[in-house]
């Protein structure tokens, strides 16, 4: 069986123990998750069991013919060919063995085998035949035969279309050159696959894909993710690297947390008796340190306390909560769009569309990418201008809006700490140390510079910054990009207690499971027409259970298209029609009436907050007009 082992392995980088008398093993049908928090080594632990760092001691074995492949976390391009043509590279294993193949054939057909009259045997055409017939079977296994029609597959299940298979891999951008990468390492097939963050760079289509390809997968494998429902159907057992130090977990992540959540309790526990017990030592050494007939109790002290192995918490364990600030009154109706209409050159990308946000709704915007949903998100944010019809705020409608670009507008010599320091509410200051560590701001991370963090770190800072705003509408674009496990928790707590609405785009599952109750799915047809809008009035199980129905012919709806003047007038309270109760006119009659009243109350809303603004301002002005009469 296929097999790479370590055993007793340690890396070093400088002074500090990255890896400390790991063994670990990986085989055919290994199915296993890397944990650790950032920092704590997962990527050496990698680059180790792929060959690329050799450890500093310690013995790595591999299985005579046992091929592994490794897929980094970013930094891969590829250039001068077509995207087929790339993936097919990938086939370089089952090109060699049909070279070999040839070369046995061309052998034996100058020398060919012994004849029905031969009695004698020659060994060496007989091994030949035997290599012959096991390089057959490796050739057959390898997909040598269906290299094509299996790469094909494998790029349309990430994500390309089969428009993009002759298009050269210069034109694609960093994440789909990430996406080629994988692509590449799948068709390879090998015995162990070693892959850092797969997830970062895909939509929620193609994850789920990759989901399925893993979970049928003979071979075995090592997985770095933050994605836990990604890791939680593909896994079956987690390594958890802490401190140097590897611990194997039995089962899905979640099981792994729950675990490990035990222990920590009890890991808590004596961490607290030690820190305890410490201090009452430091405070001995400080009273009769320069008492002269304490001095050896004081050295005998002292030496205790340098040779004590102390507990450490691990930083992805800790458990953070926060709240938003409350957020401001607002009216009933948040967003209502009618007629959008954005265009990019001659494409037509939202057309026609007709949208109701209601307070405390978390909609979700979902589809695969390129189908319009950041610009749909721009346009409701109002960061985006350009296009035709209305998008208007309701009453008392504070936004605050997120994505990757936000990052671009913080520049400057501040320090984080003190940037947050100046902006936090009063009673979020004591937090701000953990909140910072639970945005993976630790230590001397939090005195940085703006100027030097990576465009990562700056996304995480726009993010932090946000939360400590008061406002009523939070226009979210990835926000878990760049986040680990434990802080989209933090997060994803924080969101769920906001008093707001809240309009997002993620491609995490999980993190949409927690939190929608709404979905908005967008498809973009290959033919280039406009997207398809259709409105879920349901949380993200509700939305993949009606899929999964209507894939099997169970649930019939006539989908609500952006052709059609009509095309996604939504709102909560809307309901999908499996069997329409009114003929089309009167639809549009009824939809037409209630923007109407929708209008209405906006204005209605707007004159009851004016009116209760002059209330306040008129009582505000009460005292001096009473000390006037008087005098």
């Given at each position: 069986?296929?097999?790479?082992?370590?055993?007793?392995?340690?890396?070093?980088?400088?002074?500090?123990?990255?890896?400390?008398?790991?063994?670990?093993?990986?085989?055919?049908?290994?199915?296993?998750a890397?944990?650790?928090?950032?920092?704590?080594?997962?990527?050496?632990?990698?680059?180790?069991?792929?060959?690329?760092?050799?450890?500093?001691?310690?013995?790595?074995?591999?299985?005579?013919?046992?091929?592994?492949?490794?897929?980094?976390?970013?930094?891969?391009?590829?250039?001068?060919?077509?995207?087929?043509?790339?993936?097919?590279?990938?086939?370089?294993?089952?090109?060699?063995?049909?070279?070999?193949?040839?070369?046995?054939?061309?052998?034996?057909?100058?020398?060919?085998?012994?004849t029905?009259?031969?009695?004698?045997?020659?060994?060496?055409?007989?091994?030949?035949?035997?290599?012959?017939?096991?390089?057959?079977?490796?050739?057959?296994?390898?997909?040598?035969?269906?290299?094509?029609?299996?790469?094909?597959?494998?790029?349309?299940?990430?994500?390309?279309?089969?428009?993009?298979?002759?298009?050269?891999?210069?034109?694609?951008?960093?994440?789909w050159?990430?996406?080629?990468?994988?692509?590449?390492?799948?068709?390879?097939?090998?015995?162990?696959?070693?892959?850092?963050?797969p997830?970062?760079?895909?939509?929620?289509?193609?994850?789920?894909?990759?989901?399925?390809w893993?979970?049928?997968?003979?071979?075995?494998?090592?997985?770095?993710?933050?994605?836990?429902?990604?890791?939680?159907?593909?896994?079956?057992?987690?390594?958890?690297?802490?401190?140097?130090?590897?611990?194997?977990?039995?089962?899905?992540?979640?099981?792994?947390?729950?675990?490990?959540?035990?222990?920590?309790?009890?890991?808590?526990?004596?961490?607290?008796?030690?820190?305890?017990?410490?201090?009452?030592?430091?405070?001995?050494i400080r009273?009769?340190?320069?008492?002269?007939?304490?001095?050896?109790?004081?050295?005998?002290?002292?030496?205790?306390?340098?040779?004590?192995?102390r507990?450490?918490?691990?930083?992805?364990l800790?458990?953070?909560?926060?709240?938003?600030?409350?957020?401001?009154?607002?009216?009933?109706?948040?967003i209502?769009?009618?007629?959008?209409?954005?265009?990019?050159?001659?494409?037509?990308?939202?057309?026609?569309?007709?949208?109701?946000?209601?307070?405390?709704?978390?909609?979700?915007?979902?589809g695969?990418n390129?189908?319009?949903?950041?610009?749909?998100?721009?346009?409701?944010?109002?960061?985006?201008?350009?296009?035709?019809?209305?998008?208007?705020?309701?009453?008392?409608?504070?936004?605050?809006?997120?994505?990757?670009?936000?990052?671009?507008?913080l520049?400057?010599d501040?320090?984080?700490?003190?940037?947050?320091?100046?902006?936090?509410?009063?009673?979020?200051?004591?937090?701000?140390?953990?909140?910072?560590?639970?945005?993976?701001?630790?230590?001397?991370?939090?005195?940085?510079?703006?100027?030097?963090?990576?465009?990562?770190?700056?996304?995480?800072?726009?993010?932090?910054?946000?939360?400590?705003?008061?406002?009523?509408?939070?226009?979210?674009?990835?926000?878990?990009?760049?986040?680990?496990?434990?802080?989209?928790?933090?997060?994803?707590?924080?969101?769920?207690?906001?008093?707001?609405?809240?309009?997002?785009?993620?491609?995490?599952?999980?993190?949409?499971?927690?939190?929608?109750?709404?979905?908005l799915?967008?498809?973009?047809?290959?033919?280039?027409?406009?997207?398809?809008?259709?409105?879920?009035?349901?949380?993200?199980?509700?939305?993949?259970?009606?899929?999964?129905?209507?894939?099997?012919?169970?649930?019939?709806?006539?989908?609500?298209?952006?052709?059609?003047?009509?095309?996604a007038?939504?709102?909560?309270?809307?309901?999908?029609?499996?069997?329409?109760?009114?003929?089309?006119?009167?639809?549009?009659?009824?939809?037409?009436?209630?923007?109407?009243?929708?209008?209405?109350?906006?204005?209605?809303?707007?004159?009851?907050?004016?009116?209760?603004?002059?209330?306040?301002?008129r009582?505000?002005?009460?005292?001096?007009?009473?000390?006037?009469?008087?005098?």
């Amino acid at each position: 069986m296929p097999f790479v082992q370590f055993s007793r392995v340690s890396v070093a980088f400088g002074d500090r123990d990255i890896l400390d008398n790991v063994s670990l093993n990986l085989a055919a049908g290994t199915k296993a998750a890397l944990a650790g928090a950032n920092g704590s080594g997962k990527t050496t632990l990698m680059k180790v069991l792929s060959g690329i760092i050799p450890p500093d001691s310690g013995d790595r074995a591999i299985q005579k013919g046992t091929r592994i492949s490794y897929l980094p976390q970013s930094g891969i391009a590829h250039s001068g060919l077509t995207l087929l043509e790339e993936a097919e590279k990938a086939f370089s294993y089952g090109a060699s063995l049909a070279a070999r193949l040839e070369e046995i054939g061309n052998t034996l057909a100058v020398n060919p085998p012994e004849t029905e009259n031969r009695t004698d045997t020659d060994p060496q055409t007989l091994r030949l035949l035997e290599e012959y017939h096991e390089i057959q079977t490796q050739l057959e296994d390898s997909g040598w035969y269906r290299r094509r029609m299996l790469a094909e597959q494998t790029l349309l299940g990430l994500g390309f279309l089969p428009s993009d298979f002759n298009r050269l891999t210069d034109e694609f951008s960093g994440g789909w050159q990430m996406r080629i990468a994988l692509a590449k390492i799948l068709l390879e097939h090998p015995d162990i696959l070693l892959l850092d963050e797969p997830t970062n760079y895909l939509d929620i289509e193609a994850r789920t894909w990759l989901e399925k390809w893993l979970r049928e997968f003979s071979g075995g494998f090592l997985i770095v993710s933050h994605d836990r429902y990604f890791l939680d159907i593909t896994v079956t057992e987690v390594f958890e690297l802490f401190n140097g130090e590897l611990k194997r977990y039995a089962g899905t992540y979640t099981k792994y947390e729950k675990t490990r959540e035990e222990e920590l309790k009890a890991l808590i526990k004596h961490y607290e008796e030690q820190q305890e017990e410490i201090a009452k030592t430091e405070i001995f050494i400080r009273r009769f340190r320069y008492k002269a007939t304490k001095a050896a109790a004081v050295q005998d002290r002292i030496k205790k306390l340098e040779k004590l192995e102390r507990i450490e918490i691990p930083e992805n364990l800790k458990k953070i909560h926060f709240s938003f600030p409350p957020a401001p009154h607002s009216g009933r109706i948040v967003i209502t769009a009618e007629h959008l209409t954005k265009k990019y050159g001659n494409r037509t990308v939202l057309n026609n569309l007709d949208l109701v946000i209601e307070k405390e709704e978390r909609l979700v915007v979902v589809g695969r990418n390129g189908a319009g949903k950041s610009t749909l998100l721009r346009v409701l944010s109002g960061t985006d201008a350009d296009f035709s019809g209305s998008v208007c705020y309701g009453a008392g409608v504070s936004l605050g809006y997120f994505s990757q670009e936000s990052a671009e507008e913080l520049n400057g010599d501040e320090r984080i700490i003190d940037l947050l320091e100046n902006e936090a509410p009063l009673e979020m200051i004591p937090k701000l140390r953990d909140m910072l560590g639970s945005f993976l701001f630790r230590g001397d991370d939090i005195y940085k510079p703006i100027s030097v963090l990576s465009g990562g770190e700056k996304s995480r800072l726009a993010l932090l910054r946000l939360l400590f705003k008061p406002i009523n509408l939070l226009i979210l674009d990835e926000p878990t990009n760049h986040l680990d496990l434990h802080s989209k928790d933090v997060l994803l707590s924080a969101l769920k207690s906001f008093g707001g609405t809240i309009v997002f785009v993620s491609h995490d599952r999980g993190f949409i499971e927690g939190l929608a109750s709404r979905v908005l799915e967008l498809t973009a047809p290959a033919d280039g027409s406009p997207t398809i809008v259709r409105n879920f009035p349901g949380d993200y199980k509700y939305y993949v259970e009606r899929l999964e129905r209507e894939a099997a012919g169970t649930f019939s709806e006539e989908i609500v298209s952006s052709e059609k003047k009509d095309t996604a007038q939504t709102s909560s309270g809307d309901a999908m029609i499996n069997e329409r109760p009114y003929s089309y006119e009167e639809e549009k009659r009824l939809k037409a009436e209630r923007r109407k009243l929708e209008k209405i109350e906006a204005n209605l809303l707007a004159e009851i907050a004016k009116a209760e603004e002059e209330k306040k301002n008129r009582k505000s002005a009460l005292p001096y007009l009473m000390y006037t009469v008087t005098v």
